[in-house]
């Protein structure tokens, strides 16, 4: 995929997150805005869960990270911020290599990146 921005790669995870969880049976709700910390719902007939959604590029080395942190600003301003244990249940990630993974973000220990093709991810492939 030829993306011209993160904007665009962050909306094509975003339509893959919404088709698998759809495909696997749920119903799929999506906020309003984009001030929370979480990108979509989805409902499996009992609970209602948060989810993030991420795309993750691949680098140098030939693997694909994501970092797990809110960006933003403009010209003179930018931030960067880690997640809180409880602002979702569920972080998805969507890879350039077309790989999808969802996992609860309860079991991510490491909250800065991750280097999502890693053996002990493979449990989460959707």
């Given at each position: 995929m030829n993306f011209k921005n993160t904007k665009q790669k962050g909306s094509y995870a975003l339509a893959q997150c919404i088709a698998k969880l759809y495909s696997l049976g749920y119903e799929v709700l999506l906020p309003v805005g984009d001030r929370q910390p979480y990108d979509l719902v989805f409902d499996d007939g009992k609970h209602l869960y948060k989810v993030q959604v991420k795309y993750a590029g691949l680098y140098k080395n030939g693997r694909c990270k994501v970092g797990l942190r809110i960006t933003?600003?403009?010209?003179?301003?930018?931030?960067?911020k880690k997640?809180?244990?409880?602002?979702?249940?569920?972080?998805?990630?969507?890879?350039?290599?077309?790989?999808?993974?969802?996992?609860?973000?309860?079991?991510?220990?490491?909250?800065?990146?991750?280097?999502?093709?890693?053996?002990?991810?493979?449990?989460?492939?959707?």
């Open positions: 933003g600003g403009n010209q003179s301003y930018n931030y960067a997640y809180r244990d409880n602002d979702f249940d569920y972080l998805y990630v969507c890879t350039s290599s077309f790989k999808q993974y969802l996992i609860k973000w309860a079991e991510t220990k490491n909250r800065n990146e991750i280097t999502i093709e890693d053996p002990k991810y493979k449990k989460y492939l959707v």
